[in-house]
């Protein structure tokens, strides 16, 4: 209706994920580059997780309808509870495979002759399974086994995790996903939006539409939108199309900050707004451990420069520790050393001697244990720098990536 009265070509806020509307906010932007990273290296799991609305099903829209078909294979799933059996089965239908039954070693077997044949074409193929915060430990470890699927050395088969936060603290947690975990090769948590990105975040999705400055939005409106919706793309979508859906009813040519309070207010009453399980809005986000991604595009070398300072600084930081703390042994060794002539002046009892010799013996052996953990630790720095010149020097993992 609202399309009609301000002359769209569509409905740009409606709520089902479409990469035509995809939006690079930052989060967005950084999530791409882990993306990147992760197919490039061909094998293992990828996983992005994030709260409920943040764009996660539309960055998974936006990766397939930008891949290169002719290189890569690529299927996806919208889980519910499944267990390992109906995985397998949801996961041959995705390629296109025909299944007759319910038997899941048929189903493997038909899996794995079409991943050896797209390997023999020179095609990767790539799973993409979304709410994987559905999915009993048991699936996952079956999707697990189907990552095992190997032509000679080269895997055949690539699997991108999406889900909620509580998957994120199930894999990182659970000691049955141990296997899982060491395969994981790429993972981000998508965060909101910055308050600053929700007024081109409408207008971009407008503009996909032939918008053309009707309706105009007063300045504040935006503002007070990221506020009440926390920055997170689907209930900025929930609450423009209401509000745009009003002014079209109310034939208005501009929207002010009284439409979106009342918006709101009507959103809040029917209960569809607020969403018992997303934080409360602009709260600060969870950090993870992340690993370090080969960037992509010239915005994905943040992620890669503060991952790597900071794992440097912690490696000097710890060294130096362990220098002060071999120096302070030393002194302490060097005077118990020249003890014993003076406690023989004082007493040459044999049990004196004996404490000293055993105090000296300890010593010893504590700045043996400092210094060879300090050499790990120098090592270890050394071999971060070798990785980083080796890939400032090559062309080949960007082409890659």
């Excluded at 799933?77 to 995705?94: F, G, K, N, P, W």
Aim: charged content about 20%.
């Amino acid at each position: 209706m609202y399309d009609t009265f301000y002359k769209l070509t569509g409905r740009p806020f409606q709520l089902t994920p479409d990469p035509e509307f995809y939006f690079e906010s930052g989060t967005h932007r950084k999530a791409l580059s882990y993306l990147g990273y992760g197919l490039a290296q061909g094998e293992g799991f990828i996983v992005i997780t994030g709260e409920v609305g943040a764009g996660k099903s539309t960055l998974a829209a936006h990766l397939l309808a930008t891949i290169d078909r002719k290189r890569l294979t690529a299927a996806q799933i919208v889980t519910s509870r499944l267990d390992a059996q109906e995985l397998v089965h949801m996961a041959a239908r995705a390629f296109g495979l025909a299944i007759d039954g319910h038997d899941k070693a048929s189903a493997l077997a038909l899996i794995e002759a079409f991943l050896h044949e797209e390997a023999r074409a020179g095609r990767r193929c790539l799973l993409v399974v979304d709410e994987a915060q559905n999915l009993e430990i048991e699936a996952l470890e079956e999707l697990r086994m189907l990552s095992n699927f190997q032509l000679g050395s080269h895997p055949l088969l690539q699997i991108l995790l999406l889900g909620q936060p509580e998957f994120r603290d199930l894999l990182q947690t659970s000691p049955r996903l141990e296997q899982l975990r060491q395969r994981v090769i790429a993972t981000h948590h998508l965060d909101a939006m910055e308050p600053d990105e929700v007024g081109p975040y409408v207008l971009h999705r407008l503009a996909c539409v032939g918008w053309s400055g009707n309706p105009a939005f007063d300045n504040r409106v935006f503002a007070d939108l990221g506020r009440a919706t926390g920055c997170l793309p689907r209930r900025i979508n929930q609450v423009v199309g209401r509000i745009l859906l009003m002014g079209a009813v109310e034939q208005r040519a501009r929207i002010d900050t009284a439409m979106l309070e009342e918006v709101i207010a009507d959103l809040e009453r029917d209960g569809t707004l607020a969403d018992p399980e997303a934080p409360a809005p602009l709260a600060p986000p969870a950090a993870s451990p992340q690993p370090v991604p080969a960037p992509v595009t010239p915005a994905a070398a943040e992620p890669v420069s503060a991952t790597v300072l900071t794992s440097l600084a912690g490696l000097h930081q710890a060294l130096a520790a362990h220098g002060e703390q071999i120096f302070e042994l030393q002194k302490a060794v060097i005077e118990l050393a020249d003890m014993p002539s003076a406690a023989a002046a004082a007493s040459t009892t044999d049990s004196r001697l004996d404490t000293l010799t055993d105090t000296l013996a300890a010593m010893q052996e504590r700045i043996v244990a400092l210094e060879a953990r300090g050499a790990e630790q120098e090592q270890a720095i050394r071999h971060v720098l070798t990785m980083l010149i080796e890939w400032l020097e090559s062309e080949a993992p960007r082409r890659a990536a």
